[in-house]
């Protein structure tokens, strides 16, 4: 059984950082690709970032430049470094992994950008 768990989030005021964290249980996350979706109040869950089981990453373009994917293969742990917050990354945040046909969600953490 796959299990996902998120940790990190919190309030923030613009301009700083927080650090996501997902590790896994049940699955070695250095041979799936991972994903950190992010989901905001009425609007629909978007990808934000990803990882290959080869080490490549994407993040998409409305958090390029601020946002970074990593793992740690000794620690089966993903995560989303977030810094130069903005008011509109605010957000439930998920990581996510796809497996023997199955969908993984973790159950999300909330980042709060706000003064």
């Known amino acids: 059984q796959v299990q996902l768990v998120e940790s990190g989030g919190g309030l923030v005021q613009p301009g700083g950082s927080l650090r996501l964290s997902c590790i896994a249980a049940g699955v070695i996350l250095s041979g799936v690709t991972m994903r950190w979706y992010r989901q905001a109040p009425g609007k629909e869950r978007e990808l934000v970032a990803s990882i290959s089981s080869g080490g490549t990453t994407n993040v998409a373009d409305f958090v390029k430049g601020r946002f970074t994917i990593s793992r740690d293969n000794a620690k089966n742990t993903v995560y989303l470094q977030m810094n130069n917050l903005k008011p509109e990354d605010t957000a439930v945040y998920y990581c996510?992994?796809?497996?023997?046909?199955?969908?993984?969600w973790g159950q999300g953490t909330q980042a709060t950008v706000s003064s």
């Open positions: 996510h992994t796809y497996r023997n046909g199955r969908n993984y």
